[in-house]
């Protein structure tokens, strides 16, 4: 098994979720192997990754005579297509692909994804919209990410309630429910901040914790 520094992608599908995805990991210095059916896309492609291959990923001789079982993760990126969408995905399952992550349109799509035997189900557009959402509707929060159904990490304006005193002093863990696990101070960021870190005025802290007791932050304001 690879570490995860060297870890392989194949990414199926270059649309814009896949095409975008499969750039950012290759920034990140992985390899990936991008794969689309269509010929044009592939040859659009060609600069953008490590490796680009023109294939049909419902044919399950091309997957592996791609080789696909060698990379750690293989995201399915296909979007419209949800009949290749689910075929791709059984069968990567059928075949023993290691880890797979399934991209769905909504709800119902991903509760079968997850029975096919998915590992990983994410729905890039509900889960954008709501990040965007929690941004437009929220003075405070600047960034959010959903951990869980239930935990995310926010990137909050630190509540006056907090400011002026110590993590310790204000007992935020005990208090609100939340951990404090970055703070960002101009251009720097704290990681990790010790219990005597104090809060200042115009901090931003990056706070992990249940939704309910990160709502519970935002009414400090
Ligand atoms: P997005 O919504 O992320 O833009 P799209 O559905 O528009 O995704 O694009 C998905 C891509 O997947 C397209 O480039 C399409 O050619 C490719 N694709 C669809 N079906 C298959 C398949 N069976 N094998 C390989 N690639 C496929």
Redesign the pocket.
């Known amino acids: 098994k690879n570490n995860r520094n060297n870890r392989q992608f194949a990414i ?8 975008n995805m499969a750039k950012a990991l290759h920034k990140m210095g992985y390899e990936v192997l991008a ?4 010929p044009q ?1 592939v040859q659009d492609f060609s600069d953008e990754v490590t490796h680009v291959i ?6 399950e001789a091309a997957l592996r005579a791609i080789g696909i079982l060698n990379f750690d993760v293989v995201v399915v ?5 949800v009949q ?2 689910i ?2 995905t059984l069968q990567l399952k059928e075949i023993g692909a290691s880890y797979i992550v399934a ?1 769905a349109r909504n709800s119902l799509h991903g509760k079968l994804l997850e029975k096919i035997g998915a590992d990983r189900v994410v729905a ?2 509900r889960d954008m919209a709501r990040r965007v959402a929690y941004n437009l509707a929220s003075t405070s929060v600047m960034d959010y990410i959903e951990l869980s159904p239930k935990f995310s990490i926010v990137e909050i304006t630190a509540p006056k309630a907090f400011q002026n005193q110590t993590l310790a002093e204000s007992n935020i863990r005990a208090k609100y429910g939340i951990n404090v696990v970055a703070i960002k101070r101009g251009d720097d960021l704290i990681i990790s901040p010790l219990p005597n870190e104090v809060i200042i005025n115009n901090d931003i802290v990056v706070v992990v914790g249940s939704n309910e007791s990160i709502n519970g932050l935002e009414e400090l304001e």
């Open positions: 199926i599908g270059l649309g814009r979720f896949g095409s794969i689309d059916k269509n896309k023109q294939a049909d990923s419902t044919d990126a296909i979007g419209e297509d290749s969408n075929m791709t991209t890039p557009e």
